[in-house]
């Protein structure tokens, strides 16, 4: 089992920033990757931003290249999510997910074993 608490969200003008946090505790020696995603009201869960826990590789959507950056600390077992140039339409519930299954960097919701609860990111124009 493993745990995963988000953090950081709030209310930002757009072009502003924010930074994401997501604690994991239990068994984070399991994981292979980790990745965010975020959900918009009426729309379907998206991928944001992945990367091996033990490795360097990241993957990002084209909707947030050069604007977010995923990066984590092992010794706090804590993933971030850096979002600079904020704009409205990154408004969402934004997800934090462990895959314990591959070390790939996979953009499928399925493929990941355990969720956060969200933190909700809005931007206002």
């Known amino acids: 089992q493993v745990q995963l608490v988000e953090s950081g969200g709030g209310l930002v003008q757009a072009g502003g920033s924010l930074r994401l946090s997501c604690a994991a505790s239990?068994?984070?020696?399991?994981?292979?990757?980790m990745a965010w995603f975020r959900q918009a009201p009426g729309s379907e869960r998206e991928f944001v931003a992945a990367?091996?826990?033990?490795?360097?590789?990241?993957r990002y959507a084209d909707s947030v290249k050069g604007r977010f950056t995923i990066s984590r600390d092992n010794a706090k077992n804590t993933v971030y999510l850096q979002m600079n140039s904020l704009k409205p339409e990154d408004t969402a519930v934004y997800y934090c997910?462990?895959?314990?299954?591959?070390?790939?960097?996979?953009?499928?919701?399925?493929?990941?074993?355990?969720w956060g609860q969200g933190t909700q990111v809005t931007v206002s124009s």
């Open positions: 997910a462990a895959d314990m299954t591959y070390p790939l960097l996979q953009i499928d919701v399925n493929e990941y074993d355990y």
């Open positions: 239990g068994r984070t020696f399991s994981m292979y990757a």
């Open positions: 990367l091996i826990w033990s490795g360097s590789n990241t």
